[in-house]
T-cell receptor, first 116, second 105 residues
Framework: GAVVSQHPSRVICKSGTSVKIECRSL??????MFWYRQFPKQSLMLMATSNEGSKATYEQGVEKDKFLINHASLTLSTLTVTSAHPEDSSFYIC????????????FGPGTRLTVT | KDQVFQPSTVASSEGAVVEIFCNHS??????FFWYLHFPGCAPRLLVKGSKPSQQGRYNMTYERFSSSLLILQVREADAAVYYCVCSGNTGKLIFGQGTTLQVKP
């Protein structure tokens, strides 16, 4: 099956710094990737849709200047959390849209961000 | 508003058949996906489609606006969060809030 990787799997950073998370589709090309966030005991929440070569589409309530998304190639999308604060501590998961007609998404293993 | 609804918790005993029900109000949604999610790991697709489907111990029923995931011979190791998800014609997935399955030995 299709494989999606994320790096890093865990990151701890100080408040005010920026953190970049990478999402890669390893064995297929993904023109569309998605970024989700999950707070403890809550559901996965879509943050933004990332399209290769164009600007990301953000969900309501997600600050595009704080969560910078770049999708410069068909296998890589990055999420940069700028000026991170403790309330940004969360589990971030990316997914890549498959090429079948059923719109299946393949998920990465997630990145645990802790801001101190 | 596009939403997917599912119970927050379902409890069962080992060996039983568990049913997790889901319905939605998503416009232009025809496909259901059922994902298994252990916290801290990637969600794993169990079964999907726009018709009844089966993959191993996982059965999916299908109606236009509702679906059920049935887990046969449930085990303690099946205790996790199960997401019902719908997709429209843009590829965007709408997640339900997740159902925590509790399994008693």
């Amino acid at each position: 099956g299709a494989v999606v990787s994320q790096h890093p799997s865990r990151v701890i950073c100080k408040s005010g710094t920026s953190v970049k998370i990478e999402c890669r589709s390893l064995d297929f090309q993904a023109t569309t990737m998605f970024w989700y966030r999950q707070f403890p005991k809550q559901s996965l929440m879509l943050m933004a849709t990332s399209n290769e070569g164009s600007k990301a589409t953000y969900e309501q309530g997600v600050e595009k200047d704080k969560f910078l998304i770049n999708h410069a190639s068909l296998t890589l999308s990055t999420l940069t959390v700028t000026s991170a604060h403790p309330e940004d501590s969360s589990f971030y998961i990316c997914s890549a849209l498959g090429t079948s007609t059923i719109y299946e998404q393949y998920f990465g293993p997630g990145t645990r961000l802790t801001v101190t | 508003k596009d939403q997917v609804f599912q119970p927050s918790t379902v409890a069962s005993s080992e060996g039983a058949v568990v049913e997790i029900f889901c319905n939605h109000s998503v416009s232009n949604a025809y496909n259901f996906f059922w994902y298994l999610h252990f916290p801290g790991c990637a969600p794993r697709l169990l079964v999907k489609g726009s018709k009844p489907s089966q993959q191993g111990r996982y059965n999916m029923t299908y109606e236009r606006f509702s679906s059920s995931l049935l887990i046969l011979q449930v085990r303690e190791a099946d205790a996790a969060v199960y997401y019902c998800v719908c997709s429209g014609n843009t590829g965007k997935l709408i997640f339900g809030q997740g159902t925590t399955l509790q399994v008693k030995p």
